[in-house]
């Protein structure tokens, strides 16, 4: 089993910045790729970014390009997302995930998941 544990989040003024941090435990060898999703009320869960443990893959959605960047820190096993110039749009929960293998942009495809963040990007 993984455990995720996450951080950070919060109201902001648009055009502010956030820092989610999201810390693995257990039994990390069993996952490769990290990911970030959010969830605004009555919308489905949509893929924000991700990484894997090892390597520089990345991916980010299109709507947060140049915006925010997910990094990690291996030592901690602990992964973060830096949001920058944050819109309204952005207001959403935000949540960890984790999985075997591959980074993939498809919520189900996801074994493992962190209690979710709320990040509220006022006007």
């Known amino acids: 089993q993984v455990q995720l544990v996450q951080s950070g989040g919060g109201l902001v003024q648009a055009g502010g910045s956030l820092r989610l941090s999201c810390a693995a435990s257990?039994?990390?060898?069993?996952?490769?790729?990290m990911g970030w999703f959010r969830q605004a009320p009555g919308m489905e869960r949509e893929f924000v970014a991700a990484?894997?443990?090892?390597?520089?893959?990345?991916k980010y959605a299109d709507s947060v390009k140049g915006r925010f960047t997910i990094s990690r820190d291996n030592a901690k096993n602990t992964v973060y997302l830096q949001m920058t110039s944050l819109k309204p749009e952005d207001t959403a929960v935000y949540y960890c995930?984790?999985?075997?293998?591959?980074?993939?942009?498809?919520?189900?495809?996801?074994?493992?998941w962190g209690q979710g963040t709320q990040v509220t990007v006022s006007s």
């Open positions: 995930a984790a999985r075997r293998l591959f980074i993939t942009t498809t919520p189900g495809t996801y074994e493992y």
């Open positions: 990484i894997r443990w090892s390597g520089s893959s990345t």
């Open positions: 257990g039994h990390t060898f069993s996952t490769d790729a």
